[in-house]
């Protein structure tokens, strides 16, 4: 699939979310990041964000061992390719620390 096409997918799967349809946003969120490792690689920004969104969701859905491996996935990768400092990696910390946040930790 193109990267084009993967982009959508994401973006029905947020439209999707929003209107708190998770059992429906879930597969398009996993489709799309399966797409873009395999198109961009499993660092690159695209694929990151894609981490982060289904972590999102997953943490929606109150699935929070599942979503935790992909919280700290997409910080480690965030950080490394833009650094500890960039706008994405504080928002990627920020998401794992309201996590740990709601598991009481």
Same mark, same amino acid.
């Given at each position: 699939e193109s990267t084009e096409t993967l982009t959508a997918a994401a973006a029905l799967a947020g439209c999707l979310k929003a209107c708190g349809r998770y059992g429906e946003a879930e597969p398009l969120y996993r489709r799309a990041l399966k797409g873009l490792e395999k198109a961009l690689g499993k660092k690159h920004p695209a694929t990151l964000a894609s981490v982060g969104n289904l !972590?999102?969701?997953?943490? !929606?859905?109150g699935r929070y061992e599942e979503a935790e491996p992909l919280y700290r996935r997409d910080l480690a990768g965030t950080e490394e390719a833009l650094g500890p400092d960039h706008p994405d990696t504080l928002t990627s910390l920020d998401n794992l620390a309201r996590l740990l946040r709601a598991t009481g930790r």
């Open positions: !972590a999102l969701l997953l943490k !929606a859905m």
